[in-house]
């Protein structure tokens, strides 16, 4: 999964796969997408052979219609289910539709050129030909009409109650209506013309109800250059807003009440606006329905509509036709009212439609609510590599792995910039090439860190610190301390930071701690006194006279017995520990009697337990104790209990 971090807004692509350069030869292309990694197929099949051209959503956002080429065929979804509940091939291209019942039942379709077809599930109830080629189809619920946009100035009306046209609305633009929408309160419609227009008609009296000069000569909004108004749309909660798109780039956000913009936002590509659109529900930053979606052929950007601050930007891969955003959750009563989602699906010129993912514009679907979850587990690392399977490479580097001008001809090494691209199998071989050794470090390194992190982790009774480490961190922190500001100079200068010797709570601070190395010393002498006994001066003096003196060489083969059996009966921790007591006493020895060598020698004990577990030795001695009591002693205690 792409994530791109735009104004510091992550955007979540969960449609895309590797990404792999536009060089590349399509047979190696078709080959390295076929695996399918790194993306969700958020819905099933929601793709076309070569294209998708349109998309919709039901009232009430249980359905999502999609239409794409070739052959022209029309899929309806199932959201709650996440794949596909229906799908049929046209006689015709498909440009646009909408739904005209609250489910996915009624629809209407506009095709390529004159045609619309009207549908109850995938069967055609109807088709109607309209006298001009058409641009834009829109629904007009109060009257139950379908309004029809195209290159002549007129505006049709078709009856869905009487199945008849009516008197169409006749407007200025003589090039024609490039977009029709209406106000879901009030019933107003407005027609976005090629003359630079917006006419707002009401549809009661089929009159014009007002001309807005948006571009050209005499326009409030400051577009003295003549420009098409290529699509407008209105804010449905508001009941008072619109927005508007030209050809130009430009959006322009509109009161109903006023002929100067509130707001003039500029694409700054000079690519003519697809469609705008008003998100209903309130963002998960500011709590607040505060945003816009506006589309041009590149891009999809969202941004404040009270301060035209950019929120963040959707880029995709090739040309946008048409967008939507799908509902949070479903409402099932009129007028299905419901806030959007964070999820985004864009038809573009490419087989797959791209859904993306705002966790800041949005919460996830109820359907979908799985994504608030993975979206941070799946999230890519940042990588320095352009291209997945390939690795820039700079020119310093090229010529530390011979590669050569005449090497960049071949599609593995591809030249760009200041380097070349290359692909990552032949880079590895290079690299082993010029650095044999290199691999082998490599592992060895992992390995040595693995077995770190595993002994790290692991909890030894005989665990070693290090003192000198420990000392030094305790110097670090003390240095820490001296070099804040808030401490500096008062650590060695004030008062208030000293230690008073004459504290009584200070006195009883070190009381307790004596008591508590008092009890460790006693604990330890007692275990050591279980484990072991100490071999009588008697016994050594028997062995001295009847082995006569001991020299050096015997001296030294019994103390390697010693350590020898000491390691293999109790262990390598224990030896460890005796070792270090016999070496304290033998130094105290010497400084009290230069030339005279006293030594004391253990014995385990019969039945020593050397690999118990601090609680298994604990139940021994309580045994013990307990084996030692007379009866009446047991049964006092047991008494207590």
Known sequence: MQVAIHNKVKVYNLTSGKSLPEWLEERKRNKKLAGGEHRIELIHDLEFPHFARCIFRTQNGTHLFAAGD??????????????????????????????????????????????????????????????????????????????????????????????????????????????????AGSGLILTAGMNGCVEAWDSRSASCAGVLRVTGNGAASGLTTSAEITT????????????????????????????????????????????????????????????????????????????????????????????????????????????????????????????????????????????????????????????????FIAKTEMDALGIKAEDLADGKVRPAMHGCFIENSLYRELKAVLDPGAFDRHVMASKQKKLEERWGNRISKFKRVDKEAEAAKKQDAIALASSDPRFAGKLSQDAAFAVDALNPEYKKLLQKIDERREKVAQRKQRYENDMFTIVPDDHLEHDGQSGGVLDEDSHGGEAADVTKVARSELGRGVAAHHREAMAAKRASATHQQQGDRNVTFFEARKGANFVATDKQIHEMRKRDRNSKLSLEERLKKMNRK
Not at 132 to 140: G, I, K, M, S, V
Not at 343 to 356: A, E, G, M, N, S
Not at 361 to 375: N, Q, S
Request: proline share 4%; net charge negative.
């Open 70 to 183: 070739y052959p022209p065929r029309l899929k309806c979804f199932d959201v709650n289910e996440l794949s596909l509940k229906y799908s049929f091939n046209a006689d015709m291209p498909i440009l646009g539709g909408v739904s005209l019942s609250s489910d996915f039942r009624k629809f209407a379709l506009r095709g390529e050129g004159r045609q619309i077809t009207i549908h109850h599930s995938a069967a055609i109830v109807d088709r109607i030909r309209v006298p001009h080629t058409q641009r834009c189809l829109a629904y007009h619920p109060q009257t139950a009409e379908l309004l029809s946009s195209g290159t002549t100035h007129e505006i049709f009306r078709f009856n869905l109650e009487t199945g008849s046209f009516v008197e169409s609305y006749k407007t200025t633009s003589d090039d024609g209506v490039n977009c029709v929408e209406s106000f």
């Open 232 to 391: 407008v749309a209105t804010d449905n909660r508001n009941g008072l807003l619109f927005s508007c798109g030209t050809d130009k780039g430009n959006v322009l956000l509109y009161d109903i009440r006023s002929g100067r913009p509130l707001i003039q936002k500029d694409h700054m590509n000079g690519l003519p606006i697809v469609k705008t659109y008003f998100f209903q529900g309130k963002s998960t930053t500011t709590g607040e329905s505060t945003h816009i979606l506006t589309a041009d052929t590149r891009s999809v950007k969202v941004w404040n509509k009270h301060s035209g601050a950019n929120f963040t930007t959707i880029e995709t891969p090739a040309d946008i036709y048409d967008f939507t955003v799908l509902r949070a959750q479903h409402n099932m009563v009129a007028p299905y009212e419901c806030d959007d989602s964070g999820v985004i699906t864009i038809c573009c010129d490419t087989p797959r439609v791209q859904v993306h993912f705002i966790p800041q514009l949005g919460v996830a679907p109820r359907w979908a609510a799985f994504l608030d979850t993975i979206t941070e587990e799946l999230e890519e690392k940042e990588q320095n590599v352009v291209y997945e399977d390939y690795t």
